[in-house]
């Protein structure tokens, strides 16, 4: 991999840092609800924040792909790899979660070890259902890769395609299909399975030249950008996750079945062509971006015990905010910079410890 092609590939940092702000958006207004302004329908993607879990799982698939697809490798190395990266900090969480609440024993292990669970993992592990079902598509991936290096790229958009029409029969049979959508691998598995297609693209020469144009590259983003605004515009009028449709989540609507697809493949495109930008000097936005990207899965998992603990501190100089635009400031001015400190910390003490690990094995394994 050239150096040109390492510095766009740094920019998925910034990708990251989108989603878990999302996210974090997203669970803040949960704290605090506010409506969107009158005409500002176009911040629907924000007001449905929790689309940033849809960008985590595109990021997964591609990175994952653009790594492993030139390399040869053990099944059980690539396992141990991926269990190193994401379970310190994922079960220092959930053990912290069983300690807090009055979790079953038998509930975590269910909704752990065998990723049964219909929704959230309760109180500050919330967000930590994620990192299950990340697991889930690391135990497939070697086999996805396989697949796909030895049929092309037309096996992973058939196997979007099989699951777009494996949830549509479960919508026809059961009337609604956006809880195992949202909370299960059978609706991120598109989002999972667009991140190695785009990936797979890129690397059979489809991308650097096709789209490594000054005009095309920003065109494209402008265009999948749009897209996506216009689409969560309308999603959230019609009443987004939790209310699509005036019916309380789950929706009884057919359109579950399909949104796990266009998130795919907006977020897949919005990736490519961000990628492909003509590069640009490291200014303070960008190297604010690449910093929470580097921490973003810390971010992501402690961000809920955070914003608990700065609503309660609220709660008690009497502050209570209803207006969009004051919560969307203290969002950026007050509490990204606290998570993002905290999040330093764990990334420093639990997550870095644990990817040297990685790789002083490689360093062993090669001079063997």
Known sequence: M???????????????AVAALLVGFWHFLAVYPAKLPENAGFLGVLAEGWTGVSLFCVISGFILYYIYSDQNYKYSEFIIRRFLRVAPLFLLLIYVTFLVTDWPATNLLTSVVAGLFR?????????????????QFYLLFPFLLHFSLARGP?????????????????WFEFGSIEQAAYYSILG??????AGMLAASLLRRD????????AKIAPLGLCIFTILLILYFWWLHAAGGLMAFGGHAFPSPSPVWAIHPTIEAFLYSGIL?????LPLFRMRIASQTLSLIGLVSYSFYLIHAILMKNLED????????????????????????????????????LIEKPFMDMRRSKETTRSHG
């Not at 929704?119 to 697991?135: C, L, Q």
């Not at 991120?188 to 399975?193: K, N, P, V, Y």
């Open 119 to 135: 929704g959230g993992f309760p109180s500050i592990g919330g967000p930590a259902w994620t990192v299950v079902i990340e697991f």
């Open 272 to 276: 490519l062509f961000y990628l492909h």
């Open 313 to 348: 501190i609220f709660l008690q100089f009497g502050y209570t905010l209803t207006n969009f635009w004051v919560i969307a400031l203290i969002y950026a001015a007050v509490v990204v910079p606290l998570i993002v400190a905290a999040s330093w910390v764990t990334y420093s």
């Open 154 to 170: 037309k096996y992973l958009a058939a196997l979007i395609a099989l699951f777009v029409a494996l949830r549509t029969s479960i």
């Open 2 to 16: 050239g150096s040109e092609a390492r510095a766009r590939l740094h920019r998925l940092d910034h990708l990251r």
């Open 188 to 193: 991120r598995a598109d989002q999972f399975l």
């Open 206 to 213: 489809l991308g650097w030249r096709l789209m490594n144009s």
